[in-house]
C-alpha cells in the first residue's frame, strides 16, 4: 500500500508565491518519475510538471520560467515552488507519481490566486 498526500495550497495573491509538497509513504521499493497535475473548475486535468527518477524536468508552457519542480529522495518527496502566480493558477494540484512500477494519485490541495 501506497499513500501520497499533498500539503502546501492556499489562498494567495496575484504575484505571490507558494509551496507544494507531496510525500509518498508505505511499501517503496522504488520511485521513479513525480508529477504534479492541476485541476481548474469545468476543464480538464492538465500536466504542471513532472522529474524523473535522473532528475529531468519537464514543464507545461503555462508555467515554464515561474514554477520549479524537484525532490528530495531521501524522504520519497516531490515539491513544487510557485512564483509569480496568476488567477489562472487557481486549481486544485494533485501530485502522481511512479511507485514500485504502479502509478498513484494524492488525494490533492486548493491553490487559489486572488485579490
Known amino acids: 500500500q501506497v499513500r501520497l498526500v499533498e500539503s502546501g495550497g492556499d489562498l494567495v495573491q496575484p504575484g505571490g508565491s507558494l509551496r507544494l509538497s507531496c510525500a509518498a509513504s508505505?511499501?517503496?521499493?522504488?520511485?521513479?518519475?513525480m508529477g504534479w497535475y492541476r485541476q481548474a473548475p469545468g476543464k480538464q486535468r492538465e500536466l504542471v510538471a513532472i522529474i524523473t527518477s535522473g532528475g529531468s524536468t519537464n514543464y507545461a508552457d503555462s508555467v515554464k520560467g515561474r514554477f520549479t519542480i524537484s525532490r528530495d529522495n531521501a524522504k520519497n518527496t516531490v515539491y513544487l515552488q510557485m512564483n509569480s502566480l496568476k488567477p489562472e493558477d487557481t486549481a486544485i494540484y494533485y501530485c502522481?507519481?511512479?511507485?514500485?512500477?504502479?502509478?498513484?494519485w494524492g488525494p490533492g490541495t486548493q491553490v487559489t490566486v486572488s485579490s
Open positions: 508505505g511499501s517503496i521499493f522504488s520511485i521513479y518519475a
Open positions: 502522481h507519481v511512479e511507485v514500485n512500477d504502479s502509478w498513484y
